[in-house]
């Protein structure tokens, strides 16, 4: 952090000494907040995670428009993850339509999903994450230590954007995704150079996470309520029930009996709570935690190998999460080149129109979302939720910080306000997809 981003003062009223620190840009998260906190003596008062960005309306967007048109609208809610949103409402549409997908449509979309994350959590990973492990401010000062790790990161992203084009149109706001499937599937043959370049993908993947793994974390280690998908079947992505690590196993369309979003003073964001519980942890470690069986036996071998714990509860070790995930997406996708036949194969169901309410949870790279959707007979979207994973994580981050700086309040400024920013990027928050600034402000009072 450069001297010039901070401005510090110094103030002495009725014989409270106070201090803030202002961070004018914190360039490695997806968009426009603030934190703010506030000691007294060995004491944290005061934690809030702020959200001053304005609303996007994309819930009111969606209302008086056709169920075949939230595909394209919720897709351009992210750019990073585009896939997830987009995926959830055509879940959430068949859903309330009751429409039945065939095994080859389901098994493309977890092959779409696998794409998402691989170029999602290399772009975390390499671009956004790992400088704060090496003490530089972004991955161009990184890429001067060691251009060849960046060099990876990239070639895992391309990796990832690729399934997405050949498959989905394109590789930010995809278009080939429709209510019932696919408007076209391409041929096997298309994905012949992103097969090659998958294989090569996996052994990258494997190389991160010996990389990763030798990481100097911070400590941190606290009691998680995790929640995730579940399925007997798979790792979640797509499809399954909500579980927790308290013993919840809930249907998608219970999620508003067991959760709840709250509006608080400092947010523009709405935060999630699970009623009666308080915050919970949606994302990579959750997914982990709570379905680590059902990944693919080389990520186990790798688990093995780097001697990875079976319960991760130190957020700051997430990075070495997301690279299995990476790996494990890498793995998953060849399975599916190699086993699932599509060619000559119907591209979509047709969905008959009738009035009902629809629900969908998948598994974006950042966690849990949530869609759900009232839809009238002919069609038209009445009423739009959506839970964004970063909107139930807030409150998860906010107590992780307090915790943090409980513990550290000896650091000096410049290291406290650097550790408690990679407390944030833990979890790859996407406020948006715009502006990246953050604020910090600290208050010391005796």
Known sequence: MSSDENVKKLDIKAGVKSRTIHVDYLARVEGEGALYLKTKGDEVETVELKIFEPPRFFEGFLRGRSLFEAPDITARICGICPVAYQMSSVHAMEDALGVEIPEHIHQLRRLLYCG???????????????????????????????????????????????????????????????????????????????????????????????????????????????????????????????????????????????????????????????????????????????????????????????????????????????????????????????????????????????????????????????????VNEKGMIDKATIVAPTSQNQKTIEEDLHDFVKENLSMPDDELVWKCEQAIRNYDPCISCSAHFLKLERCNAK
Not at 119 to 130: K, P, Q, T
Not at 216 to 231: G, I, N, Q, T
Not at 282 to 311: T, W
């Open 116 to 374: 998402e994350w691989i170029e999602s959590h290399g772009l975390h990973m390499y671009m956004l994450h790992a400088p704060d492990f090496f003490g530089c401010q972004d991955a161009i000062e990184l890429s001067k230590k060691n251009p060849e790790i960046i060099k990876k990161g990239l070639r895992l992203k391309k990796v990832g954007n690729d399934i997405i084009r050949v498959l989905a149109g394109r590789e930010i706001h995809p278009i080939n995704v429709r209510v019932g499937g696919f408007y076209t599937l391409p041929e096997k043959k298309a994905f012949s150079e992103v097969i090659e370049q998958l294989k090569q993908a996996r052994e990258d993947a494997i190389e991160t996470i010996h990389w990763v793994n030798g990481f100097d974390f911070p400590h941190l280690e606290r009691s998680y309520e995790f929640v995730s998908l579940a399925s007997e079947r798979e790792y979640p992505m797509s499809t399954g029930r909500i579980i927790s690590s308290s013993g919840l196993d809930i249907s998608v369309q219970q999620f508003d009996q067991y959760f709840e979003e709250e509006h608080v003073k400092h947010s523009t964001a709405l935060h999630a709570v699970m009623k009666d519980k308080g915050a919970y942890f949606v994302g990579p470690m959750a997914r982990y935690n709570l379905c680590q069986k059902q990944l693919s036996s080389i990520v186990h071998e790798v688990i093995k190998e780097i001697g990875f714990e079976d319960v991760c509860v130190n957020p700051f070790r997430s990075i070495i999460v997301r690279a299995l995930e990476i790996l494990y997406a890498c793995d998953e996708a060849l399975r599916i080149f190699e086993e699932v036949e599509w060619d000559g194969k119907k591209a979509f169901v047709e969905a008959e129109l009738k009035a009902g309410v629809g629900f969908s949870a998948t598994e974006a790279p950042r966690g849990l979302l949530f869609h759900r959707y009232a």
